[in-house]
T-cell receptor, first 115, second 115 residues
Framework: EPEVTQTPSHQVTQMGQEVILRCVPI?????FYWYRQILGQKVEFLVS????????KSEIFDDQFSVERPDGSNFTLKIRSTKLEDSAMYFC?????????????FGPGTRLTVT | AQKITQTQPGMFVQEKEAVTLDCTYD???????LFWYKQPSSGEMIFLIY??????QNATEGRYSLNFQKARKSANLVISASQLGDSAMYFC????????????FGSGTRLLVRP
């Protein structure tokens, strides 16, 4: 069964450093997402990406964040200058197409620890 | 605005018994999708079951069923014959109908299955 993959599984970085989280969505999917889950809290939407551009971003997704789909397969989330409060699990997800009845497939997550 | 509410932060159930996890939602849209995800301690998000707003039958997937009461705006997850491996965090989510089709999550319910 096709799956979304994410690398690395765990990243430790120092405050102020840049990090890039990588995702490979399912190959024929068209909508891509990043979500964040601070430890013990609910999953929060960060950004959605469709047709090579951001379709929606949340308040959390400020100028420190950016996303890219540099080739036909990878989807990356960059945090330019990490803060302590960026420590969280970051999930990538993809879905085949729009509409409310399509499952979003989640990757296993990247746990980001900012020290 | 769309919202998902899960009022049970934690639940216990005896192995082999059934358990119901509550979820209520708020939306003014006529067409929407409701999802349940399981998050074990390892952290990944596992899709369990989906219910479309126009589906007349309650969704079922193996031991999981969704008790969908549209007039009450509730979409409770029923797990029958609980197993120790069902111990996890469970999230109810709604697919938004804006152009991003992002998922909006509830705060989750932690289920512990007792032997």
């Amino acid at each position: 069964e096709p799956e979304v993959t994410q690398t690395p599984s765990h990243q430790v970085t120092q405050m102020g450093q840049e990090v890039i989280l990588r995702c490979v969505p399912i190959s024929n999917h068209l909508y891509f997402y990043w979500y964040r889950q601070i430890l013990g809290q609910k999953v929060e939407f960060l950004v959605s990406f469709y047709n090579n551009e951001i379709s929606e971003k949340s308040e959390i997704f400020d100028d420190q964040f950016s996303v890219e789909r540099p080739d036909g397969s990878n989807f990356t989330l960059k945090i330019r200058s990490t803060k302590l409060e960026d420590s969280a699990m970051y999930f990538c997800a993809s879905t085949l197409t729009g509409g409310t009845d399509y499952e979003q497939y989640f990757g296993p997550g990247t746990r980001l620890t900012v020290t | 605005a769309q919202k998902i509410t899960q009022t049970q932060p934690g639940m216990f159930v005896q192995e082999k018994e059934a358990v119901t996890l509550d979820c209520t939602y708020d939306t003014s849209d006529q067409s929407y999708g409701l999802f349940w995800y399981k998050q074990p301690s390892s952290g990944e998000m596992i899709f369990l079951i989906y219910q479309g707003s126009y589906d007349e039958q309650n969704a079922t997937e193996g031991r999981y069923s969704l008790n969908f009461q549209k007039a009450r705006k509730s979409a409770n997850l029923v797990i029958s014959a609980s197993q120790l491996g069902d111990s996890a965090m469970y999230f109810c989510a709604m697919r938004s109908t804006d152009s991003s089709y992002k998922l909006i999550f509830g705060s989750g319910t932690r289920l512990l299955v007792r032997p």
